[in-house]
Each structure stands twice: as C-alpha cells, then as structure tokens.
C-alpha cells in the first residue's frame, strides 16, 4: 500500500522536474546564447571570433541548442546542448562547471561543513522557537505575551545581514571568543561553527516565534480546547497534551519538508563565515556568472524540494491516523 | 528646468494613480470602513501609520526628477541641494569637522600626521571644540524651537477644524499622534538645521554625506516593496481567478505552473532570472531596478495566487454568485464584478506583509551580488559596503547605523500596520 503511494507521488513529481528543466534551459541557452556566456568568462570587450570558438569547444558548448542535423541517428538527439547540459541533469550527471571542475565532486566534497551548520541550527532554532511560543501563549493575554509579541516584531524587522555583522564584530573581533570565520575538518570545526549556529538560530526567532505562536493560538480557539478546560485539566496540562499534539501537524509540513534542502547549507552564513559548503559554493558561482554551477544547484535544489514534499506526505500517515493514501 | 519621468518614477506614478482609483471606488466598502476604524483603535497602529506617510512623503518627492542645465535631479536632491554633489576625500565621523584618517604631510621638513579639516563641514567656525558642541547647539535648539512651535500650530489647526472628522475621542491616540508627528516635525526640523553644516552621519569611503545616501535609500526600498506587488498582482488576480473559477484543464494547468516555480528555492530562482536577464539590459541603473521588481514578482505571485484560488473555490459557491448565474451573468463579469471585490482583503494583507519581506531581502540580495545595481542607493549596498568598514581598524559604524535605523523604522511600522489589517480584515486570527 505505502509502496504503491511513494510510487505514485515520484510519478506525479515528474512533470514538475521537467518543467524546472525547461524553464532552466530556457534562462540560460535561450535568453542567453553560448557565445553570450563565452564572453562573460572572456571578457565583455576584445573578444575574437576564434577564443569565443574555442572556448565553447573546451566547455562543450559547440553543438547546436536541441537539433543537430550534421549527425546520424540517436546522436541527432543527444549531441546537441540540451541533452547534453538539460537532459544530464536528470540523472545527476551535472558536468564540469564554466571555469572546469567536475560539478558533482565539489558537492561531495562540500556538503558536510553545510550540514554541520545547517542541521544543528535548524533543529535549535525550531526546539528554541516552539520553546518560546509555547512561553507566549501559557502567559496569554499578560503584558508577558505582549511584549514577546512585539520583541519578535522588533526582531523580525531587522535584517538577518544586520544580526551577522554585528554578531561577527561583538564575539570574534571584540570579545576574541571565536574565530572570525574560517572552517576546518574534523571536531575542529566546532570553533567555527559556534557563531553561525548560533546568529542564525538568533535570527529566526522574530518570525519563527510568532509563526508558531499564531499555529498555537488557532489550536486554542478550538472546541475541544474548551471541552478539556471545562472538565477541569488546568490550562499548562490543556497546551502540553492537546493542543501540542494537534499542532504537530502543521509544524511538522514545515519541518520535514525544509529538511532535505539542509543539505543545501545557508547561502548566507557560509559565504559570510567562509565556510566550505554549498552555499558559499553556490554564492560564488552566482557572483562569478558560473552558469553551470547555478543550473546544477536549481534543479539540485528542486529534486530536494520535491524529496521533501514526498517525505511530508509519508511522516503525516504516521502523525496522523485518519489520513488514509487515497 | 525640464521635468522627466524615470522608468520607475512612471511605475510608481500608475501604481499612484491606479490606488487613488481603487480607492475612490472601493473606499466605502466594509472593509476599508474596518481598516480605518482600526487604525484609529490603538495607538501603536495610528503611530504606524504616521510613520509609512512620512516616508511614503519622502520616497514620493525622490520621485519627481527634472533637469537643470548640468544635472538629473530629483525634489529631494533640491531640497538637499549642496549635500548631493559635495564630497569630502575620505571617511569622517558623524559631526567631525576633520577626516578619520590622518594623512602624511611635509611640514617645516618633516613629515608629520595630521588629520585635515573637511571641506564641507562647519565651514565658518573657529577650530576648537567649544565653539563646535555650541553652535550644534544653537542649532539644536533652534530647529527644536521651530518643530515645537510647528507642532503646537498643528495642534491648533485639528483642534479648531478637524476634530469631529479625527474621531480620535481616545486620550491615548491623541497623545500617540501629537507625540508622533511632533517628533517626525522635530526630526525634520533637526536634520534641516544641521545637514547643511554638518555631515550628520559622516561620510563614506570616497566621502560622500551617509544621511544623504541613507535618505535616497528609502526610494529604492519603497520602489522595490510596491512595484514588486505591481508586477506580481496581475499574475497572481489573473490567474487565481481562472483556476478558482472556471476549473477543469485550466486549473490543471495554473496549478502546475505555480508549483513548479514554488519548487525551485527562492533565492535560487531569483539569482538565476537575474543572471540570465541582466545580460540582456543595458547597465542602467534605473532599469535594473525595475527589473529586479520583474524578477521579485514572478518568483512570488505563487503564494498569493494559491490563496485567491482557494477563496474564489469557495465564493463560487456562495448563494450571492449562484444567483447571479441564476440570472444569466456571464462568467467575465462574474468574475470581475462579483469575484473580485471579495478577494481585496486578501490580496491587500499579502501586499503588505510582502513589502517588509521585500525591502529585507533587498539587502540579502545586494550581498550575494543579484541586487539593485552598485550605483544605486540603497540599504542593501549600504550595509555591504559597512562589513568591510566594520572589518577595518578603527572601525567605521555609521553607515551600518544610519541604513539599519531607516530601514528598520520602515519595516517596524509596515509589519505593525500589517496586524492592524490582520486584526481589521480576519479579526478571529488575532
């Protein structure tokens, strides 16, 4: 039974891939022609004719888009760009980047340090924050839950660049505690690590909280709150046995579904700490124009989406009973 | 002089425009009655309030560009006249009447340090201290003097012809708006005493005036949160409309359409359009940032989209729209006429709460390197440019300062205004 669900929800996840496919080789063979990207990495100015050529020949650039007329039979299809560089992707067969390293072994030498802050950061913000939300929502109605609502506006409110910069100045460059950025391999890295988890975890509360709090306060308004109140369960009992449990649901869709995208690591704190991982690698690409690389990390990044969305649908058979695979 | 128009100054005119109609059509709606009732219910919300028109004034007048015989210029620039175009060499600190940095100078045969005045700073005043901490504070107390007194006449003028259409019979929410505006004409007041004298918050690295390039900030941030949701709402309205209402193949097909841009992550996605696009466009910095509020509202008309798809679901069966198919409506007027006023709450919500996500990822994006164009003044650029200033010894914190406080102010007032309309349109979520 469960078998045949997974199955049919990788089926319906085709169609998007394709699209995610499409529309990647749209942006980046059809806005911008192989000679366009030829001549961001040589240079807007000066370029001749034969470095465009040559260039699109060492990159594998030099077949026409979807159709090539001068082969015979299959290699119609197959020598041209989009297979060569669209079709690929499917397989996980990512190529080598524009500047010419193989795509696929940078990933694997790089997702760990993403992991080793994205994971440890996610799961401390998201205890921290439901923590805090559950504080709000027992003081509800008390100057307590005002104030914490407008601290996670205030907070909210603040970019997360902001709580970065600061953050690197108070702890590593006047307090000296830790490291300004760096990484290194092994429990080593555990120095370097401490202040990205953690302004990333201080950086999420505004929103997070107050996600949670609003999740929290529409269980409460619900009968069955009222029902367990009027039997005479004192409120702190109602929040951890009822109305937790009913909000599982929700806040695992949110949970389970981010959780392959770790995998990713943050763009954002492993370009700003140096860390090694994805992320930085991605905003590197992006700041250096490396087409390939960006392509790979969308459709990376959507088959993770798409991971994670399948894994939502499976984790709610287990939450919840009365979801049947239908 | 001649008057021109921008790109975005023409965009933002329409959306004026195009706002001033809906208004004017749609003002006396139930729901815009709620919203104004709310406002004016707690004072945290008016204070909100007060504070968005204030810039709203500001980014506005950074609207009006015309061009004199040697320069573009915007109202702003005028009424900030020599503070455009002034440089100072280098970095200064905030009120300094000299550089940050000292420079090597041949004096008498040696070379000593000495940290040289500023060109454009305190210009007539003797060089001690003194005399510099009292002129700011004749300043000070000049430009207070005037904010008070234009605060008093204020008072006046609402207590003698306003106060009935105010229905501010709240004793909290007078105080708030007579306390908000005073301090907003203080702050005015303040900064036209002092910007022409001195570099209020200091000068950057190639020396221009930071209050200067804080303050045109707020057009970029105001043009990204608005034209972003100009560009996203046909899309989303559209689109959502077709699905909800007319169904079969069509919402098949819009459904697949918004779930796969949804699937791909958002900054990917942006970074992606705006790589492949930018290509394409001439280095203009206008330009660019009308086409980064193209990239913005493609990648984000999905969320809005799904919920107006939901509600047209729903209204479409209420009994007001079976009868109106009952007698004989067709499906576009349906739509139009029927539909649609009954999804302004929602869409008006999502706008809003839009625009402080908005001008806080402008300043994300400005770091990974997709954002508006360097030459444009921005927040985002601004505190970019301060991790290296923070990073230098001694450090420079005054730009990191300026952009957060604006920006923050803007998206403080817009996020509490977005619970004003929370609680006005959806009062059970509150």
């Not at chain 1, 911008?32 to 100015?45: E, F, M, T, V, Y």
């Not at chain 1, 509800?140 to 953050?167: E, H, N, P, Q, W």
């Not at chain 2, 506005?60 to 915007?74: A, V």
């Amino acid at each position: 039974m469960i078998a045949r669900y997974i199955f049919r929800r990788i089926w319906q996840a085709i169609p998007i891939l394709i699209g995610v496919n499409l529309l990647t080789f749209f942006l980046f063979f059809l806005i911008n022609s192989p000679d366009d990207i030829a001549r961001i990495h040589l240079g807007q100015k000066y370029v001749t004719r034969e470095q465009i050529n040559d260039w699109k020949i060492s990159h594998g650039y030099n077949v026409p888009l979807v159709y090539n007329a001068e082969k015979q039979g299959i290699e119609k299809i197959t020598q041209t760009i989009f297979f060569k560089k669209s079709v690929k992707l499917f397989f996980f067969d990512f190529g080598p980047s524009d500047a010419g390293r193989d795509i696929i072994q940078s990933i694997k030498e790089r997702y760990l340090p993403s992991l080793q802050v994205a994971l440890p950061a996610f799961l401390l913000a998201l205890s921290a924050n439901i923590l805090f939300a559950f504080c709000l929502i027992l003081f509800k109605g008390s100057r307590l839950d005002l104030v914490g609502a407008l601290v996670c506006l205030f907070l909210m409110s603040i970019s997360t660049l902001f709580f970065m910069i600061v953050g690197q100045f108070l702890v590593a460059k006047i307090l000296r505690w830790l490291p300004i950025s760096g990484y290194e391999d092994g429990w080593q890295a555990m120095r370097f690590l401490i202040l990205p988890i953690c302004i990333s975890v201080f950086a999420s509360i505004g929103a997070q909280t107050r996600w949670y709090r609003a999740l929290f306060l529409e269980e409460m308004s619900q009968d069955y709150v009222r029902t367990a109140i009027a039997k005479g369960l004192s409120p702190f009992e109602v929040l951890l046995k009822h109305v937790l449990r009913n909000a599982c649901i929700p806040i695992l869709t949110g949970v389970v579904s981010v959780l392959p995208l770790l995998f990713m690591g943050s763009l954002l704190m492993e370009s700003f700490f140096s860390i090694p991982g994805l992320g930085s690698y991605t905003i590197d690409a992006i700041r250096e124009q490396d087409f390939a690389i960006v392509r790979a990390m969308v459709f990376l990044g959507t088959e993770l989406y798409i991971l994670g969305l399948l894994l939502t649908d499976i984790s709610y058979v287990f939450v919840d009973k009365r979801i049947r695979l239908s | 002089m001649k008057w021109i128009i921008e790109w975005t100054d023409l965009v933002v005119y329409l959306l004026l425009i195009g706002f001033g109609l809906y208004a004017y059509y749609f003002g006396q709606t139930p729901e815009w009655q709620a919203l104004k009732r709310t406002v004016v219910k707690r004072p945290r919300y008016l204070v909100a309030a007060l504070i968005l028109l204030f810039y709203a004034g500001i980014g506005l007048l950074d609207c009006i560009h015309f061009k004199t015989n040697t320069q573009t210029m915007s109202a702003l620039d005028y009424l900030m006249s020599s503070r455009s175009v002034e440089q100072e060499k280098t970095y200064s600190a905030p009120f300094s009447l000299r550089l940050y940095d000292a420079e090597l100078i041949k004096k008498e045969g040696h070379l000593q340090q000495v940290y040289p005045r500023l060109n454009f700073a305190g210009v007539g005043l003797k060089d001690s201290s003194d005399s510099q901490v009292i002129d700011i504070l004749i300043r000070i107390s000049k430009a207070l003097g005037l904010g008070l007194s234009l605060t008093g006449l204020l008072y006046l003028f609402c207590f003698l012809r306003w106060r009935q259409y105010f229905c501010l019979e709240n004793k909290r929410l007078l105080t708030a708006f007579y306390v908000t505006s005073g301090v907003l004409i203080c702050l005015v007041c303040l900064s036209g005493f002092l910007m022409f004298e001195y570099h209020i918050l200091g000068t950057d690295k190639v020396g221009r005036d930071v209050f200067y390039m804080t303050i045109k900030s707020i057009r970029t941030g105001l043009v990204l949160g608005t034209v972003t949701s100009l560009f996203m709402l046909p899309f989303a309205l559209f689109f959502g409309l077709l699905a909800g209402y007319l169904r079969g193949w069509l919402d098949d097909l819009i459904q697949y359409l918004y779930t796969t841009l949804n699937a791909v992550p958002g900054v990917l996605l942006i970074a992606a359009l705006m790589l492949s696009l930018q290509t394409k466009i001439e280095t203009d910095a206008d330009l660019r940032l009308l086409l980064l509020c193209m990239v913005l509202g493609l990648t984000s008309w999905t969320t809005l989209c799904r919920l107006i798809r939901a509600e047209t679901f729903k209204l479409r069966e209420a009994e007001f729209i079976q009868s109106a198919i009952g007698m004989g409506v067709g499906k576009t007027r349906i739509m139009l006429r029927h539909i649609l006023p009954n999804l302004m709450h929602i869409v008006l919500i999502t706008v809003v709460l839009d625009f402080s996500g908005l001008v806080l990822a402008e300043t994300i994006l400005s770091y990974v390197g997709v954002g508006v164009d360097p030459s444009t003044y921005s927040w985002g650029n601004l505190i970019n440019a301060s991790r290296l200033e923070m990073a230098r010894d001694p450090m420079v914190w005054w730009a990191l300062f300026g952009s957060l406080v604006t920006m923050f102010f803007l998206v403080f007032s817009v996020n509490i205004f977005s619970d004003a309309m929370q609680e006005a349109f959806n009062p059970k979520a509150v």
